[in-house]
């Protein structure tokens, strides 16, 4: 059973940056695509980011092209997400999440994924 800790969230003006950290508590982390989801008030929940186990191959949503970087360090079994130039639409509940079975790609479902951070809040101020 892998546990995911994120921190890093927070409030910020429009236009600033907040870097999200996931630390996870097995080595087998190293083996799982990784994905970062955000959820908005009356919102699903949606992929914003993903990383392959190797760090490799990444995904974004393209609301945040451009704005967004996601990668890893599996030696310290973390993920991160640098979020810059940040709008008010990117407020929500962020969590990181892994694919439970190992080296497969990155999947956009929810039910894709076995391993669940609790959230960090991102409140993004105009």
């Known amino acids: 059973q892998v546990q995911l800790v994120e921190s890093g969230g927070g409030l910020v003006q429009a236009g600033g940056s907040l870097r999200l950290s996931c630390a996870a508590s097995?080595?087998?982390?190293?083996?799982?695509?990784m994905g970062w989801f955000r959820q908005a008030p009356g919102k699903e929940r949606e992929l914003v980011a993903g990383?392959?186990?190797?760090?490799?191959?990444?995904y974004y949503a393209d609301s945040v092209k451009g704005r967004f970087t996601i990668s890893r360090d599996n030696a310290k079994n973390t993920v991160y997400l640098q979020m810059n130039s940040l709008k008010p639409t990117d407020t929500a509940v962020y969590y990181c999440?892994?694919?439970?079975?190992?080296?497969?790609?990155?999947?956009?479902?929810?039910?894709?994924?076995?391993?669940w951070g609790q959230g960090t809040q991102v409140i993004v101020s105009s």
């Open positions: 990383v392959t186990w190797s760090g490799g191959t990444t």
């Open positions: 999440a892994a694919r439970g079975e190992s080296l497969v790609g990155i999947a956009r479902g929810v039910s894709e994924y076995d391993y």
């Open positions: 097995e080595r087998t982390f190293r083996r799982y695509a």
